[in-house]
């Protein structure tokens, strides 16, 4: 009854309900401003209330405060506050004290009114959390008072004991005033929290596991220190508000005058609340984010809010998380980190690292000035014949333009910048000195074009106009094709024949309009490089090497290499290069392995050299890391474009947009149709650019480090390589390196596999496989591939039947028996559906291929299956007219682009159309007696191709390769025979352009080996 008596003198109004039900308070809330509300609450508790009772008496007794417990003062003095005090003497009359009770008590209803949200509410709320949180503050203050005993910052570093069968964080008392010392490879970490060790009892390596407070954690108490400004400046603002509105309901006078004197102190102790508040936040924030930026940082991920961390023994200074190093290090463990971190071993792949050249050392061994004085001597020699040649057509050239002017000629130049090829408008051969332009239209001509013009033999080089058919999908999978106008590349009837003849003086007129000149002017005689330059390059060529034979014959005279260093890759009868010169990159650092690979390679044969990556710092291959690195080092441009790439599909033989995650994804996964049939993706030629070495200089450091045989492969340095003979400010033809990235699957397919498709490169390329992903095929998947397969061989035998009546019978014929032959076509089809047991054979042959046998001293299949990653065949140069003769013969057997059959040949190897599967590798010895080379490639294994040897690849995985093209003295030869073969192709063929430049590579070659051997002479 007293208690309830006293809430409603206090406020009779108070809904107690709705007052109490926002009351609590969060303890993450209590803070900085406990101290102001406990003013408050001293102020409330010191309050007296005065309660109207039935007896009359002089002197009411207040009852203890529901707030604070404690008790009032006895006498009516006791009532004031520190607005008003009440006079003694107003107590005289019995009626004025019954008046002045009630004036009292209305006044004391509306101070309390206004005051309770922010006295009385905040001190309930105090009370509560008290209570209730009891617990709670407790454990918070034991948890600070146990972490402020500890050591901040300071690694315990354990000794390796076998007795100890556990371990624990070593403990310090409060008084206590030993002192921990830092391990020096640690003391980086000092004062940033604190760390704990993880015990790894195998070894004694620190793993570091910085418990301070984490990015949630700060975030969590700048949350908290924001929203107590916030409440601060809400109850300041609120306090100067209320007592405003308060003080102008009083009608004393004296009351006013009192209030107005606090009023008016009030705002300037709201704005003095503000200011505290908000330089305390600002020095809040300063220490967190100090705090924060004093953690360290992973070196890869450059993150320090990493809980567990590796440091490196080594170079004391870089640290690894443990999710990177799962992530991007997943061959190491954490103690070899530990031991030497990858930015010691040169092989980090974070994106500062990664955009860094220079690195590395991408020789392997010195080259010594005698050395280098053979090798020059040896390039000059060998390329000499050659520029004998070059300056041979010339002279004859000015031959016939002295008799056509009657005179010694003098030749213009023709101006040409260094960033522009110039080209033969009929051929698009190269053209690297004399040649012949118009001086109307500028039509430009070779000599070579020139020779064939007055000789009568020059070609008209039509345009291709046949094209392949899509069918549609159910097609390309063995089903019925889609309805379409077929149209015969034989109907499309003979190019029209332009005659184009000298004159009979030998000069040549422009070409006719048809050919695309303008038929009018006598083209005229031009130069690009100086007056009489080749001649003189030939005759200080002949000065210096003309009297030095010896060193280009001993050159290749060698004894036979070891058996542990070849490989068996072939099986031809009286043949002896079977056998492939096959070393480790450990044992060819001498001289003496350089003259067996010349030894080998001067005669056309493919060399092999193992291993080649263990002589490299391990940089990651994994195609994941290079796109990271790829997007990190472009502009925001090239990134977005970056998002897709442009694959191709092995089936359908033709471009298809995919995005970049998904094409990497399918790599590690792989892809499959909706019919379960594998899809195969290659990336071509990737990055897009001509620059690997702008936009992955790390992996191209990487790669020309692992690089066998460096005097010609080396796409920088290599003295035996014409290819990096250019001038430094002369447009160069683009070499590589280059990274190709596909799919595969061991089961030859028969359609649709991985596959590099027969051709010949102009030059000679080293081809290492960097990195392979096996993807696994479900058993569902491989039924359904043994089903597909069977519909492929049911269409082929159609097809097959239905070309038969088409070349072997007369329409006549055709229409005599077209009924049997239709008869015997569908039961044989249906034969094959029905039985497959008897194609079984021919399902087999992709499982029974060879594989390229190895001899003792070499590992066997069978340890090395899960390392091999691709199929090479390569041909001879001898087997090419054979092989050639082969497909045009078999061309229908074989598919193209949306797997229509070859229909067209143009050239069989140029074309890029035919891939040889391990059937046709059958047929083809059978019926010519001709293989090829065929052997397995490895992870770290590099391949050599010489040019002018046909070739083609499988992918048995899924392969990350890189090659680079070189060209080598020795197979100069073939460079010019290809470039004369492929001049004669159609104007649209893809093969076509010259982009070797040849002649003009034997040319500064020659003449930059001159200027070196000159130099090293003196």
Not at 459 to 471: C, G, I, L, N
Request: glycine share 4%; aromatic share 6%.
């Amino acid at each position: 009854m007293m208690k309830d008596s006293l809430e409603r003198a206090r406020e009779p109004n108070l809904n107690l309900k709705t007052y109490l039900q926002n009351a609590y308070m969060h303890p993450v809330f209590k803070g900085d401003d406990d101290e102001e509300d406990e003013d408050i609450s001293e102020k409330l508790e010191t309050e007296s209330v005065l309660v109207p009772t039935k007896c009359q008496s002089q002197r009411n007794t207040p009852m203890p405060s529901r707030i604070s417990g404690a008790s009032s003062p006895s006498s009516l003095t006791d009532l004031s506050s520190p607005e008003f005090i009440i006079q003694p003497q107003l107590f005289w009359s019995w009626s004025s004290t019954i008046w002045l009770l009630f004036l009292m008590l209305r006044m004391d209803a509306v101070i309390s009114k206004q005051d309770r949200h922010r006295g009385d509410g905040d001190h309930n709320v105090q009370k509560m959390r008290r209570i209730s949180n009891v617990s709670w503050l407790a454990s918070k203050r034991q948890v600070h008072k146990t972490l402020k005993n500890r050591v901040n910052g300071k690694i315990w570093k354990r000794e390796e004991d076998d007795d100890d069968d556990e371990w624990s964080l070593p403990t310090r008392t409060k008084n206590s005033s030993k002192k921990v010392k830092l391990t020096p490879a640690f003391e980086f970490s000092k004062g940033n929290g604190i760390p704990k060790k993880r015990l790894n009892k195998r070894s004694s390596f620190v793993v570091v596991d910085l418990e301070g407070d984490s990015e949630d954690e700060v975030l969590e108490q700048a949350c908290i220190m924001n929203i107590r400004a916030r409440k601060r400046a809400r109850t300041s603002d609120s306090e100067a508000v209320k007592r405003n509105h308060m003080y102008t309901r009083l009608e004393n006078g004296d009351f006013a005058n009192a209030s107005l004197g606090t009023s008016s102190s009030s705002p300037s102790s709201a704005s003095d609340m503000k200011s505290n508040g908000s330089s305390s936040r600002t020095r809040t924030m300063r220490n967190l984010k100090a705090k924060i930026e004093a953690r360290p940082k992973c070196h890869q991920c450059m993150k320090n809010e990493r809980k567990i961390v590796v440091p490196c023994k080594k170079c004391k200074s870089k640290i690894y998380c443990v999710q990177c190093i799962k992530q991007w290090y997943p061959q190491m463990t954490e103690e070899e980190i530990a031991e030497q971190c990858p930015y010691c071993r040169r092989n980090c792949n974070c994106n500062a690292c990664l955009h860094s050249s220079g690195l590395i050392k991408t020789s392997k061994r010195d080259i010594t000035d005698s050395e280098k004085i053979q090798h020059l001597k040896y390039l000059i020699k060998s390329l000499l014949p050659f520029l004998e040649q070059i300056c041979e057509e010339q002279t004859q050239e000015m031959q016939i333009e002295a008799s056509i002017q009657g005179s010694s000629p003098e030749i213009a130049e023709n101006f040409c910048n260094n960033d522009e090829r110039v080209y033969c408008n009929h051929c698009a051969t190269s053209i690297v000195d004399l040649h012949r332009s118009c001086p109307k239209c500028a039509y430009e001509l070779c000599l070579s074009c020139c020779h064939e013009i007055r000789e009568g033999s020059l070609s008209s080089r039509a345009e291709m106009k046949f094209q392949y058919v899509d069918r549609g999908s159910d097609y390309m999978h063995g089903g019925d094709p889609l309805p379409f106008d077929f149209e015969n590349a034989e109907d499309q009837g003979e190019p029209t024949v332009v005659l184009w003849n000298a004159n009979d003086d030998g000069s040549i007129s422009c070409a006719p309009k048809e050919m695309g000149g303008c038929g009018d002017c006598v083209l005229e005689l031009r130069r690009i490089l100086p007056m009489g330059c080749i001649s003189e390059l030939k005759k200080k060529a002949r000065d210096l090497v003309g009297f030095d034979t010896e060193r280009a014959d001993s050159m290749c005279n060698n004894s036979e290499a070891g058996r542990e260093m070849l490989r068996s890759a072939a099986s031809r009868e009286g043949s002896k290069d079977n056998y492939l010169y096959c070393p480790a990159m450990n044992d060819i650092q001498e001289v003496e392995e350089l003259v067996h690979f010349q030894k080998h390679w001067v005669k056309g044969e493919p060399v092999i050299v193992r291993d080649a990556l263990e002589v490299t710092t391990h940089l990651s291959w994994e195609p994941m890391v290079m796109w990271r690195a790829l997007c990190e080092n472009v502009d925001p441009e090239t990134r977005a474009n970056m998002s897709e790439v442009k694959a191709i599909d092995c089936l359908a033989s033709c471009e298809v947009e995919i995005s970049t995650c998904q094409f990497f994804k399918g790599y590690t996964e792989g892809r499959r149709y909706e019919n379960f049939w594998p899809e195969m993706l290659k990336l071509k030629d990737w990055p897009p650019s001509d620059k690997f070495e702008d936009l992955l200089p790390r992996h191209c450091d990487e790669f020309i480090s692992a690089l066998p045989f460096q005097e010609y492969s080396d796409p920088k340095a290599g003295i035996l390589n014409l290819a990096v003979k250019f001038p430094p400010d002369l447009l160069k033809p683009d070499m590589g390196p280059k990274t190709y990235i596909a799919y595969g699957t061991t089961e030859e397919l028969g359609r649709g596999d991985s596959v590099t498709k027969l051709h010949c490169d102009m030059s000679d390329a080293v081809n290492i496989l960097t990195h392979t992903s096996e993807v696994a095929l479900s058993e569902e998947q491989q039924t359904a591939i043994q089903q597909l397969k069977r519909k492929h061989l049911a269409q082929d035998e159609k097809e097959r039947l239905e070309q038969d009546k088409l070349d072997h019978h007369s329409i006549e014929q055709l229409s005599d028996c077209s009924g049997s032959w239709k008869e015997m076509g569908v039961s044989k089809i249906i034969e094959t559906e029905k039985h497959p047991s008897q194609i079984s054979e021919q399902l087999e042959l992709s499982h029974n291929q060879p594989r390229g046998a190895t001899l003792p001293g070499l590992p066997s299949e069978g340890e090395t299956d899960n390392m091999c990653g691709a199929l090479w065949d390569i041909f001879r140069r001898e087997d090419v007219s054979k092989l050639e003769e082969y497909l045009r013969k078999h061309s229908m057997e074989f598919r193209h682009t949306y797997c229509s059959p070859v229909k067209q040949v143009v050239h069989p190897i140029h074309d890029q159309c035919f891939y040889l599967t391990s059937e046709h590798k059958k047929k083809l010895k059978e019926e010519f007696g001709i293989e090829p080379w065929t052997f397995e490639q490895r992870v770290g294994e590099a391949v050599f191709i010489p040019a002018g040897c046909p070739h083609q690849v499988r992918n048995l995985k899924s392969c990350t390769k890189v090659a680079v093209d070189f060209v080598s003295p020795e197979n100069v030869q073939e460079c010019l025979r290809l470039t004369k073969e492929l001049r004669q192709l159609p104007k649209n063929h893809r093969a076509r352009e010259d982009k070797l430049e040849i002649k003009k590579m034997i040319i500064y070659a020659i003449a930059e080996a001159i200027k070196d051997l000159e130099e090293l002479i003196q």
